[in-house]
């Protein structure tokens, strides 16, 4: 069976009917991991700057409870597998996008948040400082000091949880909701190696394109 799954490599299957469904499901895949990180971008950046401590004055009594609490319900957040999150969600609104998109949004935002909060507490301090001096308030500062110093860091950190989204996205697809995992599923158990290996290439080859992506963006913002 490894011998037979190993030639099917040679060629793959490349037929223009099947290659317009690897097509269609590489597409739904894509399609449920921006969806998925579109929605951990809106917890995870918000909670992260709130888990950062920065929009906080040191003397503020606020700060040390709302940062406490904000960073364990971060942590409860990324400590559930997407595929549990997957599991729970289509028990509860069936075989929707929407469980897709929830399954990778609140593991993943729970996952940018915590990364977030540690690239905007590590900047320098003294642009800061100057910036302080000046009067700026700590929302400004946040707006014109910590997030322009942190943000060729979070924008690395966010392609690859963008690339890591997009095979979890794959993975997620053997629950049900359609895509490469579930395209792969079907191939599998008919024992279709050929598809299979088609299905395989095309999840490299946009993994390769977002580091591609991922790669020239952050050679842009550190010029």
């Known amino acids: 069976m490894a011998l037979k799954f190993g030639l099917a490599l ?81 028990a509860a609104i069936g075989l929707s996008p929407v469980a897709a998109i929830f399954a990778l949004g609140l593991p993943y935002g729970g996952i940018l948040g915590r990364i977030y909060a540690e690239l905007l507490q590590d900047v320098p301090r003294e642009p800061l400082r100057a910036l302080r001096a000046a009067g700026a308030s700590p929302w400004r500062l946040v707006i014109y000091g910590y997030v322009p110093m942190s943000l060729p860091d979070m924008v690395g950190y966010t392609f690859y949880r963008f690339e890591c989204a997009i095979r979890s996205a794959a993975i997620l697809s053997f629950v049900g909701v359609q895509g490469l995992g579930y395209q792969l599923q079907l191939s599998l158990r008919d024992l279709l190696f050929d598809q299979v290996w088609t299905l395989l290439l095309f999840l490299v080859a946009v993994i390769v394109i977002v580091d591609l992506w991922s790669s020239r963006v952050r050679r842009s913002l550190a010029s």
């Open 10 to 90: 040679f060629p793959p299957d490349l037929s223009p009917a099947f290659l317009s469904t690897a097509l269609r499901a590489t597409w739904q895949t894509i399609a449920y991991a921006v969806a998925g990180l579109t929605l951990a971008l809106i917890i995870g950046l918000p909670l992260g700057v709130i888990a950062s401590g920065t929009i906080f004055s040191s003397s503020s009594r606020l700060r040390l409870p709302v940062i406490g609490v904000t960073r364990l319900f971060l942590a409860g957040l990324r400590s559930i597998h997407e595929l549990v999150w997957a599991v729970l969600f289509v």
